[in-house]
C-alpha cells in the first residue's frame, strides 16, 4: 500500500513504519565553498576548515576537513524532501552525535534514515513522536556520521 503524503510530500505520522530504513535519492558533493561559507556564517575561525596551508602543514588530514555541523545539518536535510517535508512541527533533539571518519572537500554523501519508534503525543492529538537514526557515508561507504532525533510529525486530517 502506497503511503498516503502531505501535498508538499512529507508523511504523516501514520505512514511512518517502525523499523524501516529509508534511501534517500539526493546525494551531495561537498565543496571547498560549503566549507569556507558555512564556517564564517557560524563565525567559526577553526583553521582546521578554512586554511588549506594549516591543515596540509599542521594535520594529520592534510586537507581541510568538512566542518562537522555542516556534515550534521546535510544528513539531516537529504531526508527531507523524501520523509518530513511539511510534516513536521518542530525537532525535539539530537542525541549520539557521531561522525567515526573523516569528510573532505569533494566527498559525495549518501544517507539513509531508519524510523526507531513512535508514538502518538499525550499533549496534542493531531501529532506523534517519532525517532529516526541518520546515517551518512561517503563515496567508499565508510560512515562519516550519525545521529538520533525526535521530531513532532503531523498526523493525517481526519
Known amino acids: 500500500?502506497?503511503?498516503?503524503?502531505?501535498?508538499?510530500?512529507?508523511?504523516?505520522?501514520?505512514?511512518?513504519?517502525?523499523?524501516?530504513?529509508?534511501?534517500?535519492?539526493?546525494?551531495?558533493?561537498?565543496?571547498?565553498?560549503?566549507?569556507?561559507?558555512?564556517?564564517?556564517?557560524?563565525?567559526?575561525?577553526?583553521?582546521?576548515?578554512?586554511?588549506?596551508?594549516?591543515?596540509?602543514?599542521?594535520?594529520?588530514?592534510?586537507?581541510?576537513?568538512?566542518?562537522?555541523?555542516?556534515?550534521?545539518?546535510?544528513?539531516?536535510g537529504i531526508q527531507v524532501s523524501d520523509m518530513t517535508v511539511g510534516t513536521t512541527i518542530a525537532n525535539l533533539g539530537m542525541t549520539d552525535v557521531k561522525f567515526p571518519n573523516p569528510l573532505f572537500e569533494g566527498d559525495t554523501i549518501r544517507c539513509t534514515t531508519k524510523v526507531v519508534e513512535k508514538r502518538e503525543s499525550k499533549s496534542r492529538p493531531g501529532a506523534g513522536i517519532v525517532s529516526f537514526h541518520h546515517q551518512a557515508f561517503k563515496q567508499d561507504g565508510k560512515l562519516v556520521a550519525e545521529c538520533h532525533r525526535q521530531a513532532f510529525i503531523i498526523k493525517k486530517p481526519a
Open 1 to 76: 500500500m502506497q503511503a498516503e503524503r502531505h501535498q508538499r510530500g512529507g508523511l504523516y505520522f501514520e505512514s511512518m513504519e517502525v523499523g524501516r530504513t529509508y534511501e534517500h535519492t539526493l546525494r551531495r558533493t561537498v565543496t571547498q565553498m560549503d566549507n569556507m561559507l558555512f564556517s564564517n556564517m557560524t563565525l567559526n575561525p577553526q583553521p582546521l576548515h578554512i586554511d588549506r596551508e594549516f591543515c596540509e602543514k599542521e594535520t594529520d588530514w592534510g586537507q581541510p576537513l568538512m566542518n562537522s555541523l555542516f556534515t550534521l545539518g546535510l544528513m539531516i
